[in-house]
């Protein structure tokens, strides 16, 4: 594959004087510079990958299209890929255009190359750019969606609605959405980014929630009260005045009129009726 830049090399860096040998790539682009763009992609189809006479050929024919390249990443510009790497990208479905090209099938180079760069496009952004797994059909309907947005915007004369752009695509509100949502996985940040315009918090990471102890405490009593009732109403009682009360047990036999052993065997097979209940609880959501 030829390796296409832009870097114009000064003329201080080539030794012209008599009899010092010419570079051998500038050698070859001077002999080739003088032909037509069917005679350079004969050459190129004529001749094996590592040839460098193919190479230059390549080269003279990039540098011939870098408007088109340029026409097929404007409509991408909008997206947080730097435009160089956009460009980069391009140039790769060029080149695959040239040394697929036949002109025995198409007579215009520009017209083959056109779709090949587009779809180069559209698979870097579909294969290359998710930092998470999204499924296929709806990374190729952020793209739809992406191209429909300009489109809609030049018809209507301003920013497409939702009900616009679902109704130009053909596919419901949730669908875009959800689109719209996946779109986010296109680019992490990360969670050391700094924060403007929030006082007391400087980085993403200092608006994540932390774990609260709280949650679990309300699930255990939650399901504690849905086995609350099968216990009789004694040892109702005394959990009340041990766990909520703060009472000994002593304290309780006194209030209830019976023995402070009496009250822990009471106490006992209640928490154990609760416990396997709740282990049961557990063993079956595992």
């Known amino acids: 594959m030829a390796v296409v830049s832009s870097r114009k090399v000064p003329a201080g860096d080539i030794d012209l004087r008599p009899g010092v040998p010419a570079p051998a ?3 070859l682009n001077q002999d080739l510079a003088g ?3 069917r005679a350079l992609l004969g050459i190129v189809r004529s001749l094996p990958l590592g040839s460098e006479r193919r190479a230059a050929a390549c080269e003279l024919i990039v540098s011939s299209y870098h ?9 991408y510009l909008r997206s947080p890929e730097p435009a160089e790497d956009l460009m980069q990208v391009g140039y790769v479905g060029l080149l695959k255009a040239i040394g697929n090209f036949d002109p025995a099938f198409c007579a215009s180079l520009a017209a083959y190359a056109r779709p090949c760069i587009s779809g180069e496009l559209k698979r870097h952004f579909r294969d290359k750019r998710w930092q998470v797994h999204v499924e296929r059909p709806v990374k190729d309907l952020v793209l739809r969606a992406r191209e429909a947005t300009e489109q809609l915007a030049q018809e209507l004369g301003r920013t497409p609605a939702e009900s616009d752009m679902a109704r130009h695509l053909g596919v419901s509100p949730d669908e875009l959405r959800h689109a719209r949502r996946a779109e986010l996985a296109l680019q992490a940040t990360s969670l050391d980014a700094p924060l403007t315009g929030r ?3 400087s980085t993403l990471a200092d608006l994540l929630g932390r774990e609260d102890l709280r949650i679990d405490h309300m699930l255990d009593m939650n399901a504690v009260a849905a086995h609350w009732d099968d ?7 005394i959990l009340l005045m041990d766990f ?13 009129g019976i023995s402070q ?3 822990s065997r009471l106490r006992a097979r209640a928490l154990g009726y609760l416990r396997s209940c709740l282990l049961d609880l557990a063993e079956q959501a595992s």
Do not use: F, T, W
Not at 244 to 256: T, V
């Open 25 to 27: 790539g500038r050698v």
């Open 35 to 37: 032909l037509d763009e």
């Open 67 to 75: 408007g088109l390249v340029r026409s097929c990443v404007r409509r």
């Open 199 to 201: 006082p007391g918090i």
């Open 231 to 237: 216990l009789p109403a004694r040892e109702q009682e």
């Open 244 to 256: 909520y009360g703060g009472m000994r047990q002593n304290e309780i036999g006194r209030r209830l």
């Open 261 to 263: 052993m009496h009250v």
